[in-house]
């Protein structure tokens, strides 16, 4: 599937209704308290949307909730980026590509990270690929987004608090009107 905008709005919307994976609140609210900390930490437009967007993949692929408990990986990262891919650029996609890896990576080299992390989240790095060893991790963090892709972590793992007030999606698809189809520096 490849989302125009008014596609990606819908999607958005009725996100409201399905849970996020194995966790207590729905996928829009942990979408906007994701792209809520980006704007709080002071991100550009870019790296906010990649915050906003970076499960759309869970929600373009049916995400069961389900899914985590009965081992299935449904790659949402692949998926969310496929479906980005017409709107938007790689300084919103490739935080989105890798943010499923720098988990994988801060489990790795950040003493008391995976400890910290929820359960669902737990669970699902095992089906991910698991801590991530030394060689690996040393060429992850030379990827020219390895720093945009772990700050986008960090936010996702912060978004998922119950109860929480956030602005509305229409603000946010405001910023990512603006974010839309600037590669990295050019436009902003
Ligand atoms: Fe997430």
């Known amino acids: 599937m490849i989302l125009d905008w008014s596609g990606l709005e819908s999607l958005l919307r009725d996100a409201g209704h399905s849970l996020y994976g194995g966790e207590a609140i729905s996928q829009l609210e942990h979408a906007l308290q994701s792209a809520e900390c980006a704007e709080r930490d002071g991100a550009p437009a870019a790296l906010i949307t990649a915050a906003l967007l970076h499960d759309v993949g869970h929600l373009v692929a049916g995400q069961g909730d389900d899914d985590l408990a009965d081992g299935i990986d449904d790659r949402h990262e692949q998926t969310g980026v496929a479906a980005l891919r017409e709107l938007f650029g790689d300084?919103?996609?490739?935080?989105?590509?890798?943010?499923?890896?720098?988990?994988?990576?801060?489990?790795?080299?950040?003493?008391?990270?995976?400890?910290?992390?929820?359960?669902?989240?737990?669970?699902?790095?095992?089906?991910?690929g698991g801590v991530m060893a030394e060689p690996e991790a040393e060429r992850f963090g030379r990827n020219p987004h390895a720093v945009a892709a772990?700050?986008?972590?960090?936010?996702?793992?912060?978004?998922?608090?119950?109860?929480?007030?956030?602005?509305?999606?229409?603000?946010?698809?405001?910023?990512?009107?603006?974010?839309?189809?600037?590669?990295?520096?050019?436009?902003?």
């Open 91 to 128: 300084d919103v996609l490739a935080p989105i590509a890798l943010h499923v890896t720098a988990k994988r990576y801060l489990c790795g080299v950040e003493p008391g990270y995976l400890a910290d992390l929820s359960e669902a989240s737990r669970l699902s790095l095992a089906l991910q």
């Open 150 to 188: 772990i700050a986008l972590r960090r936010w996702d793992d912060e978004a998922k608090v119950v109860g929480k007030t956030t602005p509305g999606l229409d603000h946010y698809l405001t910023i990512a009107r603006r974010a839309a189809h600037t590669r990295a520096g050019a436009l902003q």
